[in-house]
């Protein structure tokens, strides 16, 4: 057997990785730390403090050739506030670092904060910070993201309940089928553009997200970065449960419908393994699910497991996203059983 030291990250993997960071470092009594898609940290004001932080390096997150300035800012500031969202929290300030190579044009940067700027304006969050550096060749981003809730009322990736109904507050795929219209070049028709704003514009679901936080039946709760293939496993691993998801369920929109029929895409395997949505993912008892006031989808129920997804009527095999790995094989199609 290797050692650790001569493993290398791609047999590791993203969240190997985060598992020997976890095992390292532990969160003080009463602090939600490594994990979620936030740290929680109690204050005494009757209220918790939310943090999260999340990085877009080029080459890995965007082509600098093929997103415009403006979408990168606000897309840098929209991923972080939907970790907030993903809480059942308010956003309140971000801290923004960029590494930048000493030859970009001024005006990159002029177009890459005005979409931050939007961005933040629309959900009241202020820039109170950061830092600035020169990068050999790639641009880096990094943003850092405050919030608030009151006390106790995030919601974790632990706490789903077996018999819960799992749910999505919007359609999946729709970035992955415009990442891969990008990537492979189609003519941008109405429907393939409307794919990849989606893709570069995401909006993060802040009122959804505080409105489910509000409801006493809602258990679990994340934003969808990686996809359900792997996201769900998250909470399925945390809350020590397992699942059956409904494939032909996955809330699909028509422009995705349109835009897979006219390329003979998957449109499961994109609303299922494609990321970048940043729709939420949560858990509620159905009772809970009756009464819900915001738009939804049930997608499956939560039941006695060990962190693994049954895939009840898939095609293919349904992968989410792993950083060092480009996904991951332990979301295996199980429809045939
Ligand atoms: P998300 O997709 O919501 O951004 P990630 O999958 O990136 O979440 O991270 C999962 C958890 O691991 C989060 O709680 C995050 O703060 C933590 N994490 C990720 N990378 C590191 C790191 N290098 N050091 C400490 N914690 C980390
Ligand atoms: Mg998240």
């Known amino acids: 057997m290797k050692s650790s030291s001569a493993q290398h990250l791609s047999e590791l993997g993203e969240f190997g990785l985060i598992g020997r960071i976890r095992e390292r470092f532990s969160a003080p009594e009463g602090v939600t730390g490594i994990g979620d898609d936030c740290a929680v940290i109690p204050q005494r004001s009757g209220r918790d403090t939310l943090v999260s932080t999340d990085m877009l390096i080029e080459g890995t997150h965007f082509l600098r050739a093929d997103i415009p300035p403006f979408r990168l800012g606000w897309k840098s ?37 005005r979409g931050y700027a939007e961005l933040s304006e629309r959900f009241g969050t202020a820039l109170l910070g950061g830092d600035t550096t020169a990068s050999p060749d790639r641009i880096c981003i990094n943003v850092a993201v405050l919030g608030e809730c009151p006390s106790g009322s995030a919601r974790l990736r632990s706490t789903a309940c077996e018999g819960d109904l799992i749910c999505v507050t919007g359609f999946l795929g729709d ?8 990537l492979e070049g189609v003519e941008r028709d109405a429907d393939v553009q409307a794919l990849i704003d ?13 409105r489910l936080a509000a409801t006493p039946g809602v258990h679990a709760m994340m934003d969808i970065s990686d996809g359900i293939g792997s996201d769900l496993s998250h909470i399925l691993e945390a809350s020590s449960l397992g699942a059956v998801i409904d494939v032909p369920s996955l809330p699909l929109s028509p422009a995705l ?3 897979c029929t006219r390329h003979g895409w998957d449109a499961f395997q994109l609303a299922a393994g494609g990321g970048e949505d940043y729709e939420l993912l949560f858990t509620c008892t159905p009772e809970t699910e009756k009464v819900l006031d915001i738009p939804h ?7 006695q497991g060990d962190g693994t997804t049954a895939w009840r009527g898939a ?21 045939a059983r």
């Open 77 to 113: 500031a929209a991923v972080n506030i939907s970790d907030i969202a993903a809480m059942g929290g308010s956003p309140t300030a971000t801290f923004l670092s960029v590494a930048l190579p000493a030859d970009l044009e001024a005006g990159w940067m002029e177009e890459f904060l």
């Open 175 to 182: 970035s992955a089928g415009g990442l891969k219209a990008i």
């Open 198 to 210: 989606r893709h570069y514009l995401p909006l993060p679901r802040v009122q959804e997200g505080l």
């Open 257 to 259: 419908r349109r835009v």
């Open 297 to 303: 989808h049930v997608i499956g129920r939560c039941t």
């Open 315 to 335: 095609g293919t095999s349904i992968r989410g996203f792993d950083h060092f790995r480009q996904g991951r094989p332990d979301a295996q199609d199980s429809s």
